[in-house]
């Protein structure tokens, strides 16, 4: 496995509590550099690497940057999305506590290339205490001029402001994330419009994750072109996972794009604690898909895990062991959704609750054929009428479920 630091080469190396101390490892280079250029060549170099927005949906961030430069407007908003609520997904916590001036120095590109005059960084509540850490970044950013009026002294203004969300998983899909910096309740709410031209409080806005800031200001400043010889296809580059459950070292690892997932899963996490067969993977979160261990030697790309059955999504890779059955992983999962749904819409809200009856019954051995039916049916309903992707994906796993392990699904509740 290649050894590669491209996101992480900073950690470590600075006191990040310290502008200074980040200007001395060539900290806002990349933003100088960024200031030289046409905004459209910067979205054009996101793009000739093909970097896909690391918060889930796997959305083109060069195309996104390109598309909401186009947008008319003169009071753009930029936002980044720190909400990072998937389960097993905690690698932009690394990258806000790690390399938190990197972060904003993207999001300065981010205003520059989109020609938004503020932003917003909405962070999930649970991480209050990096709130100090930014606030103070923002606040020493202000004071050498990369923040505010004029900056650089290009003509281009832009500040930032700190939001904390209160908890709720539902707040990180990007209209609820939107209503709850409005101060209304977070909420999905119907598209179009799209939020690239009608966003808080009905201004064009651009809504990025964590990972997929941090990745540019280190791509301004590759001129070897290191990220781009990592990976092969539409996978390029490296990836930051989250390896979590019955593992020996949990954690974040930065991976080339082509890894496979034994060496993520043996290499890096140290393997499966107690040397346990495993169970079944969950990747990318609740709203994720699972495989069993036959996944182990496929390379980690977005197209050999979906050609697997399963997909990248929030960069999570949850392991379980045998000594869990797969009925009782998703029971616990459904627990979640049940828990998360907004309420808003009828598939989401009644369609989990039905679910979770349903798997509860199977837990008892009570389950009857027209049971089971009537759960694919609502999960199949589910993903194709609720109102935001929080519906849409809540059954994957069960759906992932049914297709890997067809032995659970039987009447009676067989496991
Ligand atoms: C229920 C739900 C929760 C989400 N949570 C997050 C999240 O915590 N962080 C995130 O970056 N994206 C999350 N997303 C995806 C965002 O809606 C959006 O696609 C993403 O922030 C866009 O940034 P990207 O293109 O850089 O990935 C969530 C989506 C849904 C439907
Ligand atoms: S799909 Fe679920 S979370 Fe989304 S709006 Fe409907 S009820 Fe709310």
């Not at 034994?262 to 990318?284: C, K, S, T």
């Not at 609740?286 to 036959?294: C, L, M, Q, R, T």
């Not at 949850?318 to 808003?344: A, H, K, W, Y």
Request: with cysteine; charged share 25%.
């Amino acid at each position: 496995m290649r050894d590669i630091k491209f996101l992480t080469k900073n950690f470590g190396k600075y006191d990040t509590s310290s502008i200074d101390s980040y200007l001395s490892i060539g900290g806002f280079d990349a933003l100088k550099k960024a200031v030289t250029m046409e905004p459209t060549a910067i979205s054009d170099l996101i793009a000739s690497v093909k970097v896909k927005g690391r918060g889930g949906a796997e959305y083109d961030m060069g195309r996104k940057w390109s598309q909401a430069r186009d947008v008319k407007g003169d009071n753009k908003l930029l936002i980044c999305n720190a909400d990072e609520g998937e389960t097993t997904t905690f690698k932009d916590r690394e990258l806000i506590k790690n390399d938190p001036f990197n972060l904003l120095e993207a999001m300065i590109i981010g205003a520059y290339v989109v020609g938004a005059v503020e932003g917003f960084i909405y962070m999930r509540g649970e991480y209050a205490c990096y709130r100090p850490l930014l606030l103070d970044a923002m606040r020493q950013c202000r004071e050498k001029g990369f923040l505010g009026k004029n900056i650089l002294g290009k003509g281009f203004d832009f500040d930032i402001k700190l939001y904390s969300g209160a908890g709720a998983y539902v707040c990180g899909e990007g209209t609820a994330l939107i209503r709850s910096i409005e101060g209304k309740a977070g909420r999905p709410r119907m598209k179009p419009p799209f939020i690239k031209v009608s966003g808080a409080f009905a201004r064009p806005t651009c809504l990025n994750n964590v990972e997929s800031f941090s990745i540019v200001p280190h791509l301004l400043l590759d001129e070897k072109g290191e990220y781009a010889s990592c990976g092969s296809g539409n996978s390029i580059g490296t990836k930051m996972v989250s390896v979590a459950g019955n593992v020996n070292r949990p954690g974040v690892f930065e991976i080339p794009f082509g890894t496979t997932v034994r060496e993520i899963i043996y290499d890096l996490a140290g393997g499966v604690q107690h040397n346990h067969g495993i169970r079944l993977i969950q990747f990318g979160g609740a709203s994720g898909k699972i495989a069993d261990a036959s996944i182990l030697d496929t390379p980690y790309t977005y197209e050999a895990l979906r050609g697997a059955g399963v997909m990248v999504g929030s960069g999570g890779i949850l392991v379980i062991d045998e000594r869990t059955s797969v009925l009782d992983f998703l029971r616990m999962n459904q627990d979640f959704f049940s828990e998360e749904s907004c309420g808003q819409c009828t598939p989401c809200r009644e369609g989990n609750l039905h679910i979770k009856i349903i798997l509860d019954k199977m837990a008892e051995g009570k389950a009857t054929e027209e049971d089971l039916r009537v759960m694919e049916k609502i999960a199949r309903v589910m993903s194709m009428s609720s109102l935001c992707g929080l519906g849409e994906t809540a059954q994957n796993t069960l759906m992932s479920a049914m297709r890997v392990f067809p032995e659970v699904f039987q009447a009676g509740g067989a496991r």
